[in-house]
């Protein structure tokens, strides 16, 4: 019963959060936005000073009054604006946003009706301001037949500013998910050109495995080992998210293959956390960050060294760390293309939340950790075939 009412009620959904935004951007908004602004509250001035020349009656005091309710009316919105990023944050359905934004539009429109009943008040005896706002002597009756015309421009505000930044990040979220796909049309022409046709490849590996003759085991183990790493890209090839349990496979697979070249140079230590099994992660994501270790921490050391692979469920989120001997390389001794393109990976499929950073942790360890949050887990493994 509670899963048909959720179903029912419908989701508040924004491609893009709030809190990912600048202080500087929350406070003082973009140019997109003062424009509108701009465009909004002009455009309600000028919509008040069109009837003044084709009065009988000059109204002395009705260009100040309309500047008033347009400047208020645009400091009022910005504030109330601020109050909408805070709320968007939190909130998840347009019932409970449209709940929690009401008080906060009635109040706008109380102190907007406020600056103007005082200005009516400043005015001299027997002055008044428009025909449509004669001075009675009842206060509380100017006060709120000017709240009947704030509440409703308030209103329509709210309205115009939650539709266009919800159409706004909603065309963002499809240009992301373009170039989401364009990456992952690019990454497997890049992947075809560089592999040589990987069908072809296997086939023939898989050949020269059986005329190796049996009693070499090694020549005959690295030809299988690659052969399972083929076959882990090409299945993985269409996919955009896969369990971590199959990604640790592939990185078995890897690392078997390192140790018939470095023997004893590398040891391998790991703490995987059972609830991180079935968590989706970017395919090859891992094995590029071990490929990293093994590259920079043990290849350029005589002595090898110790590679740990840890990965556990932290505040809600998978967190993977690989360690490895060394020290961070230069710029110009790495290209630091592999790191990029897992990083922008992340970021397609996980949002700002995820995050994939190097760090120099020690004198001599080097520190290479991905956060994958749990929020967009669902979201990810709907993408997975």
């Known amino acids: ?27 003082l908004g973009t140019r997109a936005y ?36 347009c400047v208020s009316g645009a ?35 109380m102190a907007h009706a406020g600056p103007l009943l005082w200005f009516i008040a ?14 009675p002597e009842n206060e509380t009756f100017v006060y709120l037949d000017t709240l009947t015309l704030a509440a409703p421009i308030f209103t329509i505000w709210t309205g115009f500013y939650l539709g266009l930044r919800y159409y706004r990040q909603h065309q963002a979220a499809q240009l992301d998910r373009l170039r989401l796909d364009a990456a992952v049309k690019d990454s497997e022409l890049r992947a075809l050109k560089a592999q040589l046709n990987p069908h072809f490849l296997f086939n023939s590996l898989n050949t020269l ?11 005959r183990e ?30 078995d697979n890897y690392l078997a293959l390192e140790k018939l070249r470095f023997e004893q140079r590398v040891h391998i230590r790991r703490e995987i956390d059972a609830a991180a099994l079935p968590w989706r992660v970017p395919p090859f994501l891992v094995q590029t960050l071990v490929e990293n270790a093994v590259k920079y921490g043990i290849a350029t050391r005589e002595a090898g060294g110790e590679i740990t692979l840890s990965a556990r469920i932290e505040s809600g989120g998978l967190r993977l760390r690989i360690t490895n001997p060394g020290r961070i390389a230069p710029a110009g001794d790495s290209t630091g293309l592999g790191l990029k393109n897992s990083r922008a990976r992340l970021a397609l499929l996980f949002g700002p939340a995820a995050a994939l950073t190097l760090t120099q942790a020690a004198a001599d360890l080097v520190l290479a950790e991905a956060v994958i949050p749990a929020v967009t887990t669902a979201a990810a493994a709907a993408h997975a075939p």
């Not at 002009?42 to 008040?48: D, K, T």
């Open 222 to 251: 690295a030809i299988t080992l690659l052969s399972e790493l083929l076959r882990a890209s090409l299945a993985c090839g269409h996919e955009e998210t896969i369990p971590l349990a199959r990604e640790l496979e592939t990185v």
């Open 34 to 69: 003062w424009l509108c602004q701009l465009a909004g509250w002009g455009g309600l001035f000028l919509v008040w000073l069109i009837p003044l020349p084709f009065r009988a009656t000059a109204i002395r005091y009705d260009v100040l009054y309309g500047l008033l309710l």
């Open 1 to 27: 019963m509670a899963n048909l009412v959720s179903a029912m009620v419908p989701t508040l959904h924004l491609p893009t959060s709030p809190a990912t935004h600048s202080r500087r951007r929350r406070w």
């Open 75 to 109: 400091a009022l919105t910005h504030l109330l604006r601020l109050v909408f990023l805070d709320q968007l944050r939190t909130t998840r359905t347009w019932p409970a946003l449209f709940l929690r934004l009401l008080p906060w539009i009635i109040g706008a429109s």
């Open 209 to 219: 495995r059986a005329l190796i003759p049996r009693d070499l085991t090694q020549p």
């Open 122 to 135: 400043l005015l001299p005896a027997n002055e008044s301001v428009s025909e449509f706002h004669p001075f």
